[in-house]
């Protein structure tokens, strides 16, 4: 398969070429030329659904900017109404069309000469969002789209003041990497105490949420909204009993990993007691990592290491680069967290990120990275329905990615001692990461378990929860006011549910294809491009299958890679 950066917008063919939507009336017609179409032959069938791939995609654009520019500036009033007019005048206007278009496709007698491999998960998904199709859920779940935006509009103006500096959250960070002490102790609890500022707000704004998700769930014909939503996230391929079980396993295989390395971080930092601000620091005299100054020189350090990895990466950063699709440091206003957003008709995506510096920066950096190639390959799909893959694999595709380019960090990190520093830390963090997955994974399941449960109850399950997930090394107490809201710093429980335990799934998908990279870097890059190229085209097991890799969640199987993970750790 050729590959190449130079990513061509998709030609429109139904829609004018000019065409820009601005209101309801002016895209309606489309839609209803769609649902009155007769479907004659299999010739007519194929038209019908290019078209509503193309209609699909420009909609899909549409809406991606309007999200994009209201993450860039939460502080513009203006961009923020035309996210919420999109989201409340015209999705859900769209909503019955879309049904009525599910209906007539799989109403067709025609649908049964769609034999193609890559038609099955197409066909499965478009009847699983008629099964969940409700009238009335249509307000409801463009109220939710709105009101989970907020979430980014009281993080972004969260800052604190250092050394006279006011900074934002993601940027005051990077003091808890100081070789001093008491230094990242005073910024952790500034960070703690901004966070409580606004913790009744955020309470507020997830009770809101929380309360409108199970009403959904509720007309759905669903008990609660966690078995809703793993319908609507089409989890065919695993259940909420092997969720339970991926906890366990965290507890009983990776927590004594992570244990063994904050205690060895406290021998080195010669501590007698760890605490959370210690971890992250280095010994005194030895200067925190500090990759690069600007975004513009992430950028240029980041195509050189993909380059050097496969030259198609490096061609698609650099493509992004030059459309403007990227957007990587951490300002006053700007919405936390970082993302890759596909545009599907002009098929380059958008890197989202809050970039102050740090090792973590550069993580971030070759992760979204790693999500912006997966656009790249999958662009060329028929259907816009085809490119829209799982998101464990998603997550395989930019997890991976930050392994395989660790070699290739010489970009980064001038020295041998910088080099090693900085492979030890992504290693401990693909070990560490997995407790805070369970956390919040184990966490969605007891809320939407218990829809109706108050704060308090919401927060002795918090307690207990994270509880069960702290290392017994790391010394907590005192510290209980920053930790009992510390759920409330993680986005995804406000705009994305139950999305997480797929950074999970994924990370032993990327520590599969890294151990198959290790043997023959050019078998796992090719594997790693094949599963890529399939976009949504395969169900997830298929999908793990053509990268190499077994689609599993035993005890045994997580075993086994976090014991390989801790011998390459052990072997720096």
């Not at 009744?200 to 998700?213: E, I, T």
């Not at 319908?231 to 391929?237: I, K, P, Q, V, Y």
């Not at 963090?429 to 994974?441: G, H, K, M, N, Q």
């Amino acid at each position: 398969m050729k590959l190449d950066a130079n990513i061509k917008p998709l030609h429109r063919q139904f829609l004018p070429e000019n065409f820009k939507i601005t209101d309801w009336s002016t895209l309606e017609p489309y839609f209803k030329d769609l649902a009155g179409r007769e479907l004659s032959d299999k010739q007519a069938l194929d038209q019908w659904l290019q078209d509503i791939s193309e209609l699909e995609a420009v909609v899909s654009e549409e809406a991606c900017w309007r999200q994009i520019n209201m993450t860039r500036d939460t502080t513009d009033t203006a961009l923020a109404e035309s996210f919420t007019f999109f989201m409340t005048e015209i999705q859900p206007k769209m909503q019955p069309y879309a049904d009525q278009l599910n209906r007539k496709l799989i109403e067709s007698p025609l649908s049964n000469e769609l034999t193609e491999p890559e038609y099955f998960t197409y066909l499965r998904n478009v009847k699983k969002n008629i099964e969940l199709f409700r009238e009335e859920n249509i307000p409801l779940q463009s109220e939710l789209a709105v009101e989970a935006q907020q979430f980014g509009a009281i993080a972004g103006k969260m800052t604190v003041t250092v050394n006279d500096q006011e900074y934002t959250l993601q940027q005051a960070a990077k003091f808890l990497e100081s070789p001093d002490r008491a230094l990242r102790e005073s910024v952790y609890r500034k960070i703690g105490d901004r966070r409580l500022q606004d913790k009744d707000a955020l309470d507020d704004l997830f009770d809101s949420l929380l309360k409108k998700r199970h009403q959904v769930a509720l007309n759905a014909g669903f008990e609660n909204y966690r078995d809703y939503r793993f319908a609507e996230l089409g989890r065919f391929d695993y259940s909420k009993e092997n969720c339970f079980q991926f906890h366990e396993a965290v507890r009983q295989h990776v927590l004594p990993l992570v244990d063994k390395i904050y205690q060895q971080k406290k021998e080195k930092l010669g501590l007698d007691v760890l605490r959370p601000w210690d971890i992250d620091a280095e010994p005194a005299g030895t200067e925190p990592l500090r990759p690069f100054n600007t975004g513009s020189e992430l950028v240029e350090k980041a195509i050189h290491c993909f380059n050097e990895l496969n030259p198609f990466f490096g061609d698609c950063l650099q493509k992004m680069n030059e459309m403007g699709r990227l957007d990587l440091e951490s300002r006053k206003g700007k919405a936390p967290g970082g993302y890759n957003c596909p545009l599907a008709e002009t098929g380059a995506p958008f890197i989202f990120m809050n970039a102050a510096g740090t090792m973590d920066d550069v993580t971030t950096m070759v992760h979204e990275g790693g999500h912006a190639i997966h656009s790249f390959l999958t662009h060329p799909l028929k259907l816009s329905a085809f490119k829209e893959y799982p998101t464990e694999i998603a997550e395989v595709a930019s997890m991976s990615m930050e392994l395989f380019s660790m070699e290739h960090w010489t970009a980064f990190f001038k020295t041998p001692g910088e080099l090693k520093r900085a492979h030890e830390q992504q290693l401990e963090r693909v070990l560490t990461i997995f407790p805070w997955i369970a956390t919040i994974d184990q966490f969605q399941h007891w809320i939407y378990e218990h829809p109706t449960h108050t704060r308090e109850e919401r927060l002795a399950a918090w307690q207990t929860i994270l509880a069960s997930f702290t290392p017994s090394t790391l010394d907590t107490s005192g510290l209980e006011d920053y930790r009992n809201f510390n759920w409330q710093r993680q986005l995804h429980l406000y705009e994305v549910p139950f999305y997480y335990i797929e950074y999970g799934i994924a990370q032993l998908g990327a520590i599969g294809l890294w151990q198959q990279y290790k043997k023959d870097k050019t078998q796992a890059l090719q594997h790693y491009i094949q599963a890529l190229s399939l976009g949504g085209t395969r169900p997830l097991p298929q999908l793990f299958e053509a990268a190499g890799l077994r689609f599993d969640l035993s005890p045994d199987h997580i075993k086994g890679l976090m014991e390989f993970v801790k011998g390459e750790l052990d072997g720096l």
